[in-house]
């Protein structure tokens, strides 16, 4: 059994900065894919960001030069910085891994909101 567990949404203001984290625990060897979704009611969930094996990761065009994915292999941990955040990032933010049998597994998600 493999759980996610994210954590570091909140309220913040536009132009403001938040750091997503995302604990990865369970029975699994090995990740083989990465990432972030987010989803807004009433419209599917959309990727923000994803990393495929060793390869590089790809972003959202609305998310690029603003968010950063980063990982802590130690720790089982995947981040995601995200920096001059505007009223349309608004979302449940949702942790995604593939394990290395390409199984995939989702967190519980953690809402993030923009707004002053």
């Known amino acids: 059994q493999v759980q996610l567990v994210e954590s570091g949404g909140g309220l913040v203001q536009p132009g403001g900065s938040l750091r997503l984290s995302c604990v990865v625990s369970?029975?699994?060897?090995?990740?083989?894919?990465r990432g972030w979704y987010r989803q807004v009611p009433g419209k599917q969930r959309e990727l923000v960001a994803l990393s495929i094996s060793a390869g590089s990761t790809n972003y959202a065009d609305s998310v690029k030069g603003r968010f950063t994915m980063s990982s802590d292999n130690a720790k089982n941990t995947v981040y995601l910085e995200m920096f001059g955040l505007k009223p349309e990032d608004t979302a449940v933010y949702y942790c995604?891994?593939?394990?290395?049998?390409?199984?995939?597994?989702w967190g519980q998600g953690t809402q993030v909101t923009v707004s002053s």
């Open positions: 995604y891994i593939q394990d290395w049998r390409r199984n995939p597994y």
């Open positions: 369970g029975s699994f060897l090995r990740i083989y894919a």
